[in-house]
């Protein structure tokens, strides 16, 4: 009897201790929200291909973009001659600039502009169909491909006419390849970041978030190998290869850039200074420029001071951790910078898509930010530009006030969610 009592005792309080079941491990694919995607890329794409060719009857005449027909056109004239830009102030880039400036002539049956152009948009679909792979593999939303889409669609047509898309891919492939567990994703990282800044620099922030330990030095040592032969080899291939240094130490306050936002007020309050056209931008010239344009330089120091103090406080064992702080690192040396030019927002936007591939993500809001602040940068250029340049309009200004506070927002957002998410809260001892 005590014993068929303790056995109808233990059937009662089954059920309550059981444990749930586990939920699946695989999820399912968010198969539904894929055709209204499709539709929104290829109606937006449409529009793109004959704006940027200007070729649309809603975009004025007058040829291909400046910086295509002009800028781009006259680098190709001297790299395909078999060297680098030697007193051209706009050319500021390193060696593996040259890549994608020479890469259109090998488009048969097409000019350099249109070839151009072309691959922009090839590249652009390379990366929604990146991003849509790699969601769906993983069981995601697509809300990565859609920030894509939406982001790049806002920024007009000003993505396709630089070659800031070609590095934001290669960096946005670096950090889809980190994420794969296999033997080979660390080395692979590396090796595309590296190429990727040795086209443009900003690339080298995405080696801050590496994990600690044997990830790291695969990670850097990769990086550093290829970096290092791939500029050796361009260097040898054409003289002239680090001109750009030169150009880049004459840099003063670009006219869009956070520094700048005094300067536009006080023109209106009779600050003698103007701006001129200095090292490819427009530029501010006169009374405290030179003060401020080294308060900059000091608030990049103080930022990479800040991410080196978060490297030695932090845990980065989790894989979201790495596209994050990409995106953390990239942002703070965009708002610290002396030029902030439109293209920089196809960087954020790239970087923003691969954080948005995973669900722990700690950058959600920040993303939400960035395509705000895209809004604002379309606005700024080409539409109140010349305002903005020339007649210092009350409007021109607000929007480029609203635009810069976005990003600066945006920076201390994205690191304080960083910051919040992976360094481990000290008690202090009882």
Known sequence: MPDQTAARAIAAVAPATTPAPAPDPTPTRPRTALPPLLAVWFLTRLWLVPAALKISPFVGGGGLDPSVSKVYTGWYTVLSGGSFPLHDMSWQYPPGAALPILAPGLVPGLGF?????????????????????????????????????????????????????????????????ASARRAWADRVFGAVTALAAVV???????????????????????????GAAV???LALAMPNA??????????????????????????????????????????????????????????????????LWWRHRSDRTAARVLPDAALTATLLFVVTSRVISPQYMVWLLGLAAVCLLRGD???????????????????????LYRGLRDDASWLSIANLYARNLLLLAAARLSARRLWRGTVPVRHPLP
């Open 242 to 307: 680090f001109s750009f240094l030169s150009a880049q130490e004459s840099r003063g306050i670009q006219i869009e850039s956070v520094g700048s936002l005094p300067f536009h007020v006080a023109r209106h309050l009779g600050w003698s200074g103007t701006w001129a056209a200095k090292d490819g931008s427009h530029e501010f010239v006169g009374p405290w420029v030179n003060g401020v344009s080294a308060a900059m330089q000091v608030s990049t120091v103080l930022a990479f001071g800040w991410l």
């Open 113 to 177: 502009g249109h070839a151009f152009i072309v691959l922009a948009a090839l590249c652009d679909a390379a990366i929604f169909v990146l991003l849509v792979r790699v969601a769906r593999r993983r069981g995601r939303s697509l809300a990565a491909p859609w920030l894509w889409t939406v982001g790049l669609a806002v920024l007009s047509t000003m993505p396709w006419n630089r070659f800031d898309l070609h590095v934001t891919a290669l960096a946005m492939l670096a950090l889809v390849a």
């Open 231 to 233: 500029t050796a080899a």
């Open 200 to 226: 443009k620099v900003w690339p080298a922030l995405l080696l801050a978030g590496t994990a600690r330990g044997r990830r790291t030095r695969t990670a850097w040592t990769a990086a550093a190998v290829t």
């Open 361 to 383: 993500t700690t950058q959600r809001p920040v993303a939400l930010l960035i395509l705000a602040a895209c809004l604002f940068t379309t606005l700024d250029f080409p539409l």
